[in-house]
């Protein structure tokens, strides 16, 4: 079985060196593209540092609570720091999803939520 999954940065290059590097995995039909601006309320993430066992707790000066795209961006924004601006998506085989969300955690990326159930 196939799932999709996204991974949000704050720039181009570390959205497609990700990309590059879960190749191994088998990832097909992954695309970066940048975040809409209006699209993002409903969009739930927690830095992808901060999956362990399903919870989330904040690492490398990320906030570490699930909170709305649009509300982390408001968030580095006060703080003078770049924002979540870029999004690659992809589809995976599920057998390797634990490794691809161990090589993500190894990033500055943000996931949803639901990549940690």
Same mark, same amino acid.
């Given at each position: 079985?196939? +799932?999709?999954?996204? *991974?949000?940065?704050q720039? #181009?290059?570390?959205?497609?060196? !990700?990309?590059?590097? !879960? ?12 975040? $809409? ?6 969009? *739930? *993430? &927690?830095p992808?540092? %901060? &999956?362990? %066992? %399903?919870?989330?707790?904040?690492? /490398? /000066?990320? $906030? %570490?609570? @699930?909170?709305? !795209?649009?509300n982390?961006? #408001? ?5 003078? /720091?770049?924002?979540?601006?870029? *999004? !690659?998506? @992809?589809?995976? $085989?599920? #057998?390797?999803?634990?490794?691809? &969300?161990?090589? +993500?955690?190894?990033?500055? /990326?943000?996931?949803?939520? #639901?990549?940690?159930?």
């Amino acid at each position: 079985m196939t +799932i999709k999954m996204s *991974v949000y940065f704050q720039n #181009e290059n570390d959205a497609e060196s !990700l990309s590059a590097s !879960l190749k191994k995995f088998g990832i097909n039909n992954e695309r970066v593209e940048r975040v $809409p601006e209006d699209g993002s309320k409903e969009i *739930v *993430v &927690i830095p992808a540092a %901060g &999956i362990s %066992g %399903g919870s989330a707790t904040g690492q /490398g /000066g990320h $906030p %570490g609570i @699930f909170q709305s !795209l649009s509300n982390l961006r #408001e968030t580095m924004t006060a703080d003078h /720091g770049s924002h979540a601006d870029y *999004v !690659l998506e @992809f589809e995976a $085989p599920e #057998e390797n999803k634990q490794d691809i &969300i161990d090589e +993500i955690k190894q990033t500055e /990326g943000y996931v949803t939520k #639901e990549m940690t159930e």
